[in-house]
């Protein structure tokens, strides 16, 4: 099974400020990688899929690259709706594994 | 609309059995790959088991030989079984469906559609 590494676990920052979550692939995964966010409670949404294509709906801040093992998730100007749990998923292999998770946090 | 609502979670002792439905409205189940997620308290996501279109089923490790995933067409819902039930299958189940996008000469697959969870607990 492939497994998803994601750096760091939390982060704190404030309204405006550019963030960047890091999500390892244990093998290469070509571009199979999506993103995900999570609010407490809520289901998680979809955010980019093929490591870098925004959802339908999703904001332009948000931006996603990568390929192979390393891919980075860049929100680049975080409003206070961002804040919440980020999620990689390697969709290359089944089992389709997720990273660990990112807590987003405001400052 | 396009909607996912997940019943049958609740209270249940370790060794026995829960069967979660998800019921689909806005697009036809048997016609998409549709799985279950999980995600026990304070933790991360864990996937649990796809149905594909065509019936093929596949399980994580942790699940294999206690959960059967399956689908009713004429009510265009999807199943979880749960047997055998442990203290560690503890969670918020989800189904989604797992869409896949094309580009670039490939499909992509990922859950674009989520249901609002349902909380399963094992515990005597």
């Known amino acids: 099974d492939i497994q998803m590494t994601q750096s760091p676990s939390s982060l704190s920052a404030s309204i405006g400020d550019r963030v960047t979550i890091t999500c390892r692939a244990s093998q290469s995964i070509s571009n199979y990688l999506n993103w995900y966010h999570q609010k407490p409670g809520k289901a998680p949404k979809l955010l980019i899929y093929a490591a870098s294509t925004l959802q339908s709906g999703v904001p332009s801040r948000f931006s996603g690259s990568g390929s192979g093992t390393d891919f980075t998730l860049t929100i680049s100007s975080l409003q206070p709706e961002d804040f919440a749990t980020y999620y990689c998923?390697?969709?290359?292999?089944?089992?389709?594994?997720f990273g660990q998770g990112t807590k987003l946090e405001i400052k | 609309e396009v909607q996912l609502v997940e019943s049958g979670g609740g209270l249940v002792q370790p060794g026995g059995s829960l069967r979660l439905s998800c019921a689909v409205s806005?697009?036809?189940?048997?016609?998409?790959?549709m799985s279950w997620v999980r995600q026990a308290p304070g933790k991360g996501l864990e996937w649990v088991s796809v149905i594909y279109s065509g019936g093929s089923t596949y399980y994580a490790d942790s699940v294999k030989d206690r959960f059967t995933i399956s689908r009713d067409n004429s009510k265009n819902t999807l199943y979880l079984q749960m047997n055998s039930l442990r203290a560690e299958d503890t969670a918020v189940y989800y189904c989604?469906?797992?869409?896949?996008?094309?580009?670039?000469?490939?499909?992509?697959?990922?859950?674009?559609?989520w249901g609002q969870g349902t909380m399963v607990t094992v515990s005597s």
């Open positions: 989604a469906r797992d869409n896949y996008y094309y580009g670039s000469g490939s499909y992509y697959p990922a859950f674009d559609i």
């Open positions: 998923q390697q969709s290359y292999s089944t089992p389709h594994s």
């Open positions: 806005g697009f036809t189940v048997s016609s998409n790959y």
